[in-house]
């Protein structure tokens, strides 16, 4: 059978009747007054794998569109496009709607979604799978993205009630990369025990800035008991690595040992040198040095201008080099940002050492607690229960991953 179409500058399908010049000018006319060449149907045993059953043409350079089609039904639930698969079979590509772009330069858009007000651009549901779908095969393809204009607008907004609001994937590079002058890509957690990013494979979460004063990946929490930023790992693989500087506002607390590791001084090439920190009670600040005592067997040690504003009950420690000195002693303490020794012979070298407990104004709001009471949720767990010769199941970090897999089943 064939197609029914209408196209001025094509014979009549129906009666196979000669071109009518009249003819063609009123058809040109009424498809040039919608922007279009030819419109039309074809018919079921013309339809192939690449054919379109409902068609348009546009005008080069003057209409914007193919086909359009315009419903002004106030009804909910009403489209003025549906496309519809009604097998229950349909393969891997299937689709109910495709929107394909043939340029090849960087600019056009295959399927493009607009809303005037504040409702949905384009959206996309499925009761088992996957809601939209996008995907590019070159290099630096982008398979979906999100531009928002507004203040406060979101470019790709993704919700679930139950499973992943959000489900970004690659097997090379990033599943999901935000760009932004303030934050590139924002997750959310409004549910006790659950995660605003899900990061898989190589990198979970990957975040660059350019700007001055911007994050890479920023995470903060607005509850007590939460965690902005939270890492686990497994074995002895680092759960975290920082490659430069690293700044925190506010404590750091560790179960282990508080290490440097460098290159090993004698072989640099093959064995690393660790040292761990010096632990204790108190927020303490350390200061040593040496210094010659004069002919009376006296010395004054200077001290950093700001040596007193920072810190409070000192604590003094002398010890004589190359021979004894049994009167060694602190004559005067640390006043106006210097001390004085004096009891040793003339011209002995004393080493000296200093500790202050921290009086600045973070530390005197913030006094060290050494004892604490675990929270609710954390009682009869451990930090470290192979330290304590029980399972990893009784470990913090097991009941945590329990109670989330259980908030997430609700």
């Not at 506002?249 to 090993?264: E, L, M, P």
């Not at 600040?285 to 950093?304: H, Q, R």
């Not at 029980?390 to 908030?407: I, K, P, V, Y």
Request: aromatic share 6%.
């Amino acid at each position: 059978m064939n197609s029914n179409v209408i196209d001025p500058d094509v014979e009549s399908p129906a009666d196979n009747r000669p071109a009518n010049p009249a003819r063609k000018r009123f058809l040109k006319q009424a498809l040039a007054a919608v922007g279009l060449a030819a419109v039309g149907m074809k018919s079921v045993g013309e339809r192939t794998a690449q054919a379109a059953t409902v068609f348009g043409d546009a005008v080069t350079g003057r209409g914007p569109f193919g086909l359009r089609v315009r419903n002004t039904s106030s009804n909910a639930n009403v489209a003025a496009i549906r496309g519809e698969l009604t097998s229950t079979t349909s393969g891997v590509s299937a689709a109910a709607v495709v929107g394909t772009n043939a340029g090849t330069n960087t600019t056009g858009i295959g399927v493009f979604g607009t809303h005037d007000g504040s409702g949905v651009g384009v959206r996309g549901s499925s009761r088992h799978g996957r809601g939209i779908v996008g995907q590019s095969s070159g290099f630096e393809g982008i398979e979906v993205q999100g531009v928002a204009n507004g203040g406060g607008a979101t470019g790709v907004h993704g919700t679930s009630t139950s499973g992943l609001g959000g489900l970004f994937e690659s097997d090379e590079m990033s599943g999901a990369t935000g760009i932004g002058s303030i934050i590139g890509l924002t997750g959310f957690n409004t549910l006790t025990n659950n995660r605003g990013y899900i990061g898989t494979r190589f990198e979970g979460v990957f975040g660059t800035t350019d700007g001055n004063g911007g994050y890479g990946v920023y995470a903060t929490t607005a509850s007590g008991g939460a965690a902005g930023l939270r890492a686990v790992g497994t074995g002895n693989t680092p759960t975290a690595t920082f490659g430069g500087n690293v700044e925190i506002n506010g404590y750091v607390s560790a179960t282990g040992g508080k290490y440097f590791v460098i290159d090993h001084p004698l072989d640099p090439a093959n064995q690393l040198l660790v040292h761990a920190a010096i632990e204790s009670h108190e927020m303490l600040n350390e200061y040593t040095g040496n210094v010659v005592l004069d002919a009376n067997g006296t010395a004054s040690v200077e001290l950093p201008v700001w040596f007193e504003a920072l810190n409070r009950d000192l604590r003094y420690g002398l010890t004589a080099i190359g021979a004894p000195a049994q009167n060694l002693h602190i004559s005067e303490e640390v006043s106006e940002n210097h001390f004085r020794i004096a009891g040793g012979p003339s011209g002995c070298k004393v080493s000296w050492r200093v500790t202050g407990l921290r009086s600045d104004a973070w530390a005197l709001a913030n006094p060290m607690q050494v004892e604490r009471v675990k929270p609710d949720g954390e009682r009869g767990t451990y930090l470290q229960p192979e330290a304590h010769g029980l399972a990893a199941e009784q470990g913090h970090d097991a009941a945590l991953m329990r109670a989330r897999s259980a908030t997430a089943d609700e």
